[in-house]
Nanobody, 115 residues
Framework: QAQVVESGGGLVQAGGSLRLSCAASRNIFSINSMGWYRQAPGKQRESVATITSGGTSKYADSVKGRFTISRDNAKNTVYLQMNSLKPEDTAVYYC?????????WGQGTQVTVSS
């Protein structure tokens, strides 16, 4: 069964770092873009960073210079390196895998940044 699984969330102090990983199962083919989104309590889900199969990345203004998205196409995996974390980065982080005609979401991983 096709699935997307995130890992790497946790609790960290402000200024610290975390690395999130997202693996799409091997039966998901022809992936276009992969990306990370987040949703804080009481807020809408927002895009954090995305990357195409060719390696073109985009970032939300709030994370530019602090977060780095990368991708291993051979492993169907996308990563999010998060540095200089702030309390406002606290949210559930979701991985999104986009094909031409279908989208897969992961179950989410909690990131909590304490001040």
């Amino acid at each position: 069964q096709a699935q997307v699984v995130e890992s790497g969330g946790g609790l960290v102090q402000a200024g610290g770092s975390l690395r999130l990983s997202c693996a799409a199962s091997r039966n998901i083919f022809s992936i276009n873009s992969m990306g990370w989104y987040r949703q804080a309590p009481g807020k809408q889900r927002e895009s954090v960073a995305t990357i195409t199969s060719g390696g073109t990345s985009k970032y939300a203004d709030s994370v530019k210079g602090r977060f780095t998205i990368s991708r291993d196409n051979a492993k169907n995996t996308v990563y999010l390196q998060m540095n200089s974390l702030k309390p406002e980065d606290t949210a559930v982080y979701y991985c999104k895998v986009s094909l031409v005609a279908r989208i897969y979401w992961g179950q989410g991983t909690q990131v909590t940044v304490s001040s």
